[in-house]
């Protein structure tokens, strides 16, 4: 069965603490890995997609990384105004090009 | 960019209502989808669709309908309103190659 599975659930730093947050996929046929920002009472923001293995994207003080069962989003001397849940997801091509969500990490940076 | 827009941000209902939630694209896309977003739980696909007066169901569409009688708008039907529906609805749409584009959500109380 495809899983997206985030850890941690919930994350804690200090203002410009660097950490990452992990997307562990099973997937047979991945056509992409999406992140997201969201807001509390907002739409999820698209951030980055990645295609392949080996594949970097970054913006500002993101950036996400992919491997074969994998990706991390690495958050590089985070603001409080960085404070959010993140969402990945994977988009499988032998499942209809089904959309599967994990649950979310809330990351908290503190002043 | 593409623009999703969602009728309302919040709305409350009495229990036994029939609901209407709205949603507007405005980039063409054939693929559109309502999920609602619960703590704990994640996004739950509800239902989704491929094309004009398409739609197929999600994982939880039991107590919902939808309606898709033009390209860009896609909407979603509560037909008699139960408290377990309060919930974040949101719509999105995306192109065949590429990621989901959410709108701002409607927080949906059932009282």
């Known amino acids: 069965e495809d899983q997206v599975t985030q850890s941690p659930e919930a994350l804690r730093l200090q203002e410009g603490e660097s950490s990452s947050l992990n997307c562990s996929y099973t997937v047979s046929g991945l056509r992409g890995l999406f992140w997201y920002r969201q807001d509390p009472g907002k739409g999820p923001e698209f951030l980055f997609t990645?295609?392949?293995a080996g594949e970097e994207k970054e913006k500002e003080r993101l950036k996400a990384t992919l491997t074969k069962k994998e990706s991390f989003l690495h958050i590089t001397a985070p603001k409080p105004e960085d404070s959010a849940t993140y969402l990945c997801?994977?988009?499988?091509?032998?499942?209809?090009?089904?959309?599967?969500f994990g649950k979310g990490t809330r990351l908290h940076i503190l002043p | 960019d593409v623009k999703v827009t969602q009728s309302s941000r919040y709305l409350v209902k009495r229990t036994g209502e029939k609901v209407f939630l709205e949603c507007v694209q405005d980039m063409d896309h054939e693929n559109m989808f309502w999920y609602r977003q619960d703590p704990g739980l994640g996004l739950r696909l509800i239902y989704f669709s491929y094309d004009v007066k398409m739609k197929e169901k999600g994982d939880i569409p039991e107590g919902y309908s939808v309606s898709r009688e033009k390209k860009e708008r896609f909407s979603l039907i509560l037909e008699s309103a139960s408290t377990n529906q309060t919930s974040m609805y949101l719509c999105?749409?995306?192109?065949?190659?590429?990621?989901?584009?959410f709108g701002s959500g409607t927080r949906l109380t059932v009282v």
């Open positions: 990645l295609y392949s």
């Open positions: 997801a994977v988009r499988d091509m032998n499942r209809d090009d089904k959309i599967i």
């Open positions: 999105a749409s995306i192109p065949p190659q590429g990621a989901l584009t």
